[in-house]
């Protein structure tokens, strides 16, 4: 299926009590980030300290934080860093959080041959499964790269949902014969790596005000709330995981995480809450 195919959830609507919905998404790339941008590993020891500022510094803060909130999130995992830091992906996974498929080692799979993506996509899922005990049922693209084989792949797979895509403020669907396959959408807005990101190696990048990027994300997120939509960020610990990123991330969940309408939960829940809204609804077609 064509990667542009999804369509708006017949009847969808977010649980009673709620207009919008909104989860965290951290995208936990740690040495795999580096090895994916083919920097030689021998000589960017600062790129590999930064990234693993995320794992070993920022991440238990992050895991603090989503307590203190009692906020479940999700953590996107490569599998190399799934075998590299495992106590931490069990830490994520004792406190109730989702785990992610986030390729093996970054890869952008628009490069890959079929059976190399088919190849990684199924090793990962192995890892994960291995050390967690539990199969991933989300996957969200390193690089934002997908084939026009991935949807495909991802349904064969048995993955529920994707977290890839831009076209839609709520979730989508890929009609698949046999069951659905689902798309929470992302969006560049919404992604710390356009305020925070640098490049150590090239000198590329700058740094946004911590203010003036938290403010662009909360209106977004009130914007989305008035229009039914789904507040998706995708947030790196080694970015957002940062003290004082920390704490506007905070502030955030202050002020919005009560009264305000929205769901705070993670992508499973989010898919699984889809799953039974087009369920029911294939259930009524069937009458």
Known sequence: ????????????????????????????DGDAGVHASGKPVDSNFASFSEARYGVTT??????????????????????FVVEQQPDIVIACVEAGHEIVHHGYLHEDVSKLTPDEEEDILG????????????????WTA??????????DLLH??????????????????FDFEDRPLFELSISTVLDDWQQFGVDLAN???????????????????????????????????NLVGRPGSLRALAAL???????????????????????????????????
């Not at 991440?59 to 953590?75: M, N």
């Not at 064969?156 to 669907?173: A, I, K």
Request: with cysteine.
């Open 58 to 79: 920022a991440l238990p803060r992050i895991l603090e934080l989503c307590a203190e909130y009692q906020t479940p999130a999700s953590f996107a995992f490569p599998a």
């Open 156 to 173: 064969r797979h048995g993955f529920l949902y994707d977290n890839s895509l831009m076209e839609h403020d709520v979730p989508t669907v």
């Open 1 to 28: 299926m064509h990667p542009l195919a999804s369509r708006p959830i017949d009847d969808f609507a977010w649980p009673e009590g709620f207009k919008s919905a909104a989860w965290l998404c951290w995208h936990v």
């Open 123 to 138: 090793r990962s899922t192995e890892i994960i499964v291995k050390l967690t005990g539990q199969r991933p049922i989300g």
């Open 142 to 151: 390193p690089s934002w790269g997908l084939s026009l084989g991935t949807v």
């Open 203 to 237: 000198a590329s990048g700058g740094f946004a005000a911590v203010s003036a990027a938290f403010s662009l994300w909360r209106d977004e997120l009130l914007g989305l709330g008035h229009y039914g939509g789904l507040f998706s960020p995708t947030f790196h610990p």
């Open 253 to 287: 969940l202050d002020e919005t995480r009560e009264g305000k309408g929205i769901w705070w939960t993670n992508g499973r829940a989010i898919a699984e809450h889809c799953l039974a809204i087009h369920s029911a609804n294939e259930d009524v077609g069937d009458r």
